[in-house]
């Protein structure tokens, strides 16, 4: 999804108009809705201040807003072809379906079984009732910082 789709849907996810968001980020008088609206139909891209004012006022971390653009199946599949190439991402059959795994041989293998590791754990945490969907968007959305938070606490618990 590209950075205009990515605002408009967390921004609507939020219930936030255009203006409310432009007010927030500190635009003023008719620019409260229009820059907002260049940017969600992409006529403008926000420079990263903006960016960084974006994500704040939706709660969300600047890489939440800042993702690859896979707006169609083809940009999908490049994109696979990319993390293939820098990551080691595999696609493979495992029994009946498709499915794509990390290569163990690669470098990047055990910080990224790490990330997601702690993505399965709130997958599942969310699958079984232990959170709510609110709470597991609020983690992805603000993933790293919302994952040191997560450690942090239970630090604190065992103290």
Known sequence: MAIGKRIKFIRTLRNLKQKDLGAMI???GKTTDVRIAQYE???RVPKEDILSS???ALQVSPKALSVPDIDTYKGILHTFFALEDMYGFKISTNPDELTISLDMDNPAYDSLNEL???W???AIALASGEI?????DNWRYNYPESEAAR???L???KE
């Open 155 to 157: 630090l604190k618990k």
């Open 132 to 136: 709510s969907k609110e709470e597991y």
């Open 116 to 118: 997601f590791s702690h």
């Open 26 to 28: 500190g635009f003023k």
């Open 54 to 56: 974006l994500a704040d």
């Open 151 to 153: 450690t942090k606490k």
């Open 41 to 43: 139909s992409e006529t």
């Open 120 to 122: 399965q754990r709130e």
